[in-house]
């Protein structure tokens, strides 16, 4: 018989609190439960908006400042929910600190943009995803 092996639940952060942060939240608990990740804290330059989220999701760990969440010890990686224009900036952000990525649509509007942050993700050695999660459907998949 072969020793099981207990798998570690990576510690994830939420950048960004607004609706799409919800929906997030509400996936990640539901892995937490499961015993798949732990979710560490959120983050969002409105205080009201992360510690309401924190609130309603029972996040235990609250920022206005997204670098004092990445900086959080047990955050691994972090999924991006802020407005377009902030996505490469806090990919940038957790990338510098060996944090992984995960980044809602459009990663940017801006292909120099997007070419420096896969760069700096590759260099850093670190995992970068953006969500596409309509690639399936029928009318995208005939595009």
Same mark, same amino acid.
């Given at each position: 018989?072969?020793?099981? *092996?207990?798998?570690?639940?990576?510690?994830?952060?939420? *950048?960004?609190?607004?609706?799409?942060?919800?929906?997030?939240?509400?996936?990640?608990?539901?892995?937490?439960?499961?015993?798949?990740?732990?979710?560490?804290?959120?983050?969002?330059?409105?205080?009201?908006?992360?510690?309401?989220?924190?609130?309603?999701?029972?996040?235990?760990?609250?920022?206005?400042?997204? !670098?004092?969440?990445?900086?959080?010890?047990?955050?691994?990686?972090?999924?991006?929910?802020?407005?377009? @224009?902030?996505?490469?900036?806090?990919?940038?952000?957790?990338?510098?600190?060996?944090?992984?990525? +995960?980044?809602?649509? @459009?990663?940017?509007?801006?292909?120099?943009?997007?070419?420096?942050?896969?760069?700096?993700?590759?260099?850093?050695?670190?995992?970068?995803?953006? +969500?596409?999660?309509?690639?399936?459907?029928?009318?995208? !998949?005939?595009?």
């Amino acid at each position: 018989m072969t020793d099981v *092996v207990p798998v570690r639940r990576i510690g994830i952060g939420i *950048v960004g609190c607004g609706n799409i942060a919800r929906s997030h939240a509400a996936a990640l608990k539901a892995l937490e439960a499961e015993g798949e990740c732990r979710v560490v804290g959120c983050a969002d330059l409105v205080a009201e908006r992360a510690e309401a989220l924190a609130r309603d999701f029972a996040i235990p760990n609250w920022y206005a400042d997204a !670098r004092a969440l990445i900086d959080h010890p047990d955050v691994e990686a972090i999924t991006v929910c802020t407005n377009p @224009p902030f996505h490469v900036p806090a990919t940038l952000m957790a990338t510098e600190r060996g944090k992984h990525t +995960i980044v809602e649509k @459009p990663m940017t509007m801006d292909l120099a943009e997007a070419d420096r942050a896969i760069a700096a993700t590759r260099a850093a050695d670190v995992r970068f995803g953006v +969500i596409f999660m309509r690639r399936f459907w029928p009318g995208a !998949r005939r595009a």
